[in-house]
């Protein structure tokens, strides 16, 4: 068993608006950290350390300052992570939030490990891939893959990191549903950015499961960064925003199970919401494949 330092991020920071297809905000997904790391799940593990970080309230902030508050508090959540793994190396796991969290979570990597040794797994049913001129909520838990990416991102306060992410790097696995135009769509394939829908998998399953070995085995680590709405809805039903046709576990679990080969992981863990219907079956599934990837 490795040891584990697990990061509860507390975070609806990612959501200015309400998600796309919903008229609720959302409230709730910042309670999962502890309603996922309980005292009882977190002694199955070697635990080396918990670390918390509270990114602010998106109705208590200044709107018009949202990027820059958005990136501030993100490198601040990326210095907590990168301090501590210096500190005391493990298995890092950030429990979030909404799924911003994993800019900072990814941007600690790249300053651990520099951005070209670090490869991303992103399990999801959206991209995360919008700029702000394209993203139909403004929300920027829809782009921050594309932040991390896109050098030339349209807001200059995100655009400042140091480093960023080559797009050799990203491996997205979900049912993503784009459309033929869809803005999200033309971006990766303009950047050649790897997406798997279950479709295409199913099509040649030894294929790709050498695919996604071949991706593991190019780098020195491997982000996992993984969102419970990649699953059916009828799995996973309390998210922000529930697929309509979402991956089966038995699929993800294998495919999660093949990250473990590579010696050096992280895993950020999100989008659970702790206050809506189907949680508890939801919160099921989350430590369920927490114990699967840390055992």
Not at 61 to 84: N, V
């Amino acid at each position: 068993m490795h040891k584990v330092n697990f990061y509860k991020a507390y975070s609806r920071l990612g959501l200015i608006n309400a998600p796309l297809g919903s008229s609720e905000a959302n409230i709730g997904v910042e309670d999962a950290p502890d309603a996922i790391l309980t005292e009882d799940f977190l002694h199955k593990f070697d635990v080396g350390s918990v670390n918390s970080f509270t990114f602010s309230k998106p109705e208590e902030i200044d709107k018009a300052k949202y990027f820059k508050i958005m990136l501030d508090e993100s490198l601040k959540f990326a210095d907590l992570i990168e301090i501590q793994q210096k500190k005391s190396p493990g298995t890092a796991v950030v429990i979030g939030g909404d799924h911003s969290v994993s800019f900072g979570s990814i941007i600690a990597d790249m300053n651990l490990y520099g951005p070209e040794n670090v490869g991303v797994i992103h399990f999801d049913s959206h991209a995360d891939s919008c700029d702000i001129a394209s993203s139909p909520s403004g929300n920027f838990h829809g782009m921050f893959l594309r932040a991390l990416v896109d050098k030339n991102f349209d807001n200059k306060d995100i655009r400042s990191i140091k480093q960023h992410l080559p797009a050799k790097n990203l491996f997205l696995i979900g049912n993503l549903d784009f459309d033929e135009d869809d803005p999200e769509k033309a971006y990766l394939d303009r950047e050649g950015i790897q997406y798997h829908e279950q479709k295409d998998i199913d099509k040649d399953r030894k294929a790709f499961e050498r695919k996604l070995k071949d991706f593991i085995a190019s780098f020195e680590h491997i982000h996992v960064s993984f969102d419970i709405d990649v699953f059916d809805r009828s799995i996973a039903p309390a998210t922000g925003t529930p697929p309509r046709e979402g991956f089966k576990l038995k699929i993800i679990l294998n495919l999660l199970l093949t990250t473990v080969n590579s010696d050096s992981n992280t895993y950020d863990l999100v989008e659970v919401n702790a206050k809506k219907v189907g949680v508890k079956k939801t919160l099921n599934i989350a430590t369920d494949i927490l114990k699967a990837v840390l055992d």
